[in-house]
């Protein structure tokens, strides 16, 4: 993937360039036999509790805090045979939706290595 692809996506570079973590006042429950995750702030009064279920859970499952969404979205790609155009798109909507839900956090690299 090239260097622009992030703005090319409506994005900043900043965000594709980021590393995100969970929020640490959350809860999350996994269903083992269909992989799905509910997950709800605890924090958040608003909050309704979001299932993510298929692709959601597996980017949800990627998003640990060690690796920018960047490097993220070219394993995906690789994994799973697809266009990392198409599927950074995907990804970096995604998590601005669950930044905006206060579901996500967006760490600093250096934060990240540590």
Do not use: H
């Not at 594709?16 to 083992?32: P, Y």
């Not at 859970?57 to 394993?75: F, H, N, T, Y």
Request: with cysteine; charged share 25%.
């Amino acid at each position: 993937m090239d260097q622009g692809t992030g703005e090319r996506l409506g994005v900043s570079g900043e965000l594709f360039d980021a590393v995100v973590a969970t929020v640490e006042s959350l809860a999350l429950v996994r269903d083992d036999e269909s992989g799905d995750v509910t997950v709800l702030s605890l924090t958040d009064i608003d909050c309704k509790p979001l299932l993510l279920s298929g692709t959601a859970a597996v980017i949800w499952d990627e998003l640990g805090g060690q690796r920018s969404l960047r490097l993220i979205v070219r394993e995906l790609a690789d994994d799973y045979e697809l266009d990392e155009q198409v599927i950074g798109e995907q990804v970096l909507t995604f998590v601005a939706q669950l930044l905006d839900a206060r579901l996500l956090q967006q760490r600093n690299a250096q934060t990240a290595a540590d």
